[in-house]
């Protein structure tokens, strides 16, 4: 009796060792799509959104940055804690690549968020030598992020038709 119990447990563990015991390509095409929603989510809020609204209008009046340091502060904590769970979440071998350019794009909209932190904490009445080198950090940033989110679009759309996923984007 003992053995057959050594000989059923051996054949789960094989039969998990085949199963890769991991997601499904499915599962975690959607994962990596949710990270990414949420991530441009966030993004769009604080660029385009009504929080850049109102950022764009404390930079024009050169005072009350200061305000969105918490909401800066949360936004950039999202970041890093996607960046955890991203990391929690390894990828097949044949999503690597794209598990890879998730994390960038992630990073890069860590990074965003910290020069933005940056800048909140500019003093009211703040000079332009003091503000021009993190605006060119922002240009940078999201050149970069846009080639980024385009990047990882391509090759999610690679990898859910390598796996014929039906692949719906929010």
């Not at 071998?93 to 909209?109: E, F, I, P, S």
């Amino acid at each position: 009796m003992k053995r057959f119990h050594y000989l059923l447990l051996a054949a789960v563990l094989a039969l998990l060792t085949a199963c890769g015991g991991g997601m499904s390509a499915r599962d975690y095409l959607t994962e990596n799509v949710a990270y990414w929603n949420g991530t441009t989510s966030t993004v769009q809020q604080w660029t385009v959104g009504p929080q850049s609204e109102q950022l764009q209008r404390a930079l024009q009046e050169g005072k009350g940055l200061g305000t969105f340091k918490f909401a800066l502060g949360n936004a950039r904590k999202e970041q890093q804690d996607r960046l955890v769970s991203i990391d929690q979440m390894p990828p097949s071998d044949d999503a690597k690549d794209l598990h890879q350019k998730l994390r960038t794009y992630v990073q890069t909209a860590e990074e965003l968020f910290g020069v933005l932190l940056q800048i909140a904490e500019l003093p009211d009445g703040y000079s332009q030598e003091q503000i021009a080198p993190m605006a060119e950090k922002l240009t940078a940033i999201g050149e970069r992020m846009d080639v980024e989110m385009q990047s990882l679009s391509d090759a999610q759309d690679a990898y859910a038709k390598q796996h014929r996923i039906n692949l719906q984007k929010h």
